[in-house]
Nanobody, 126 residues
């Protein structure tokens, strides 16, 4: 399985970007999502979506600003990022496989990732 991201770039604070991740190599029926890694920091969960029913999960830091969606026919997952903040600057990685857990108000989690993309850089400037 290969995951290929696109859509990163430079955007001003308050702007928007849409990231895409296309899976190839097999029919994907597992969760897919996004993580990000800022300079000098650990990679952290951003958002995930279940392939079967489209249920979505988010990190508290992006809930309400970011939207994850999928196109099953294209094996593609999207991350629409609005109201971008300087702190959103990071390399964004597409993730596939693994397990998603509903945090029930205490923060959702996505772990046991089976596949990673190579990442796409998002830079938010003032």
């Amino acid at each position: 399985v290969q995951l290929v991201e696109s859509g990163g770039g430079l955007v001003r604070t308050g702007g928007s970007l849409r990231l895409s991740c296309t899976a190839s190599g097999r029919t994907f029926s597992y969760p897919m999502g996004w993580f990000r890694q800022a300079p000098g920091k650990e990679r952290t969960f951003v958002a995930a979506i279940l392939w079967q029913d489209g249920k979505t999960y988010y990190a508290d830091s992006v809930r309400g600003r970011f939207t994850i969606s999928r196109d099953n026919a294209k094996n593609t997952v999207y991350l629409q990022m609005n109201s971008l903040e300087f702190e959103d600057t990071a390399v964004y990685y597409c993730a596939g496989g693994g397990t998603v857990v509903d945090g029930k108000g205490r923060g959702d989690h996505y772990y046991g990732i089976g596949y990673w993309g190579k990442g796409t850089l998002v830079t938010v400037s003032s």
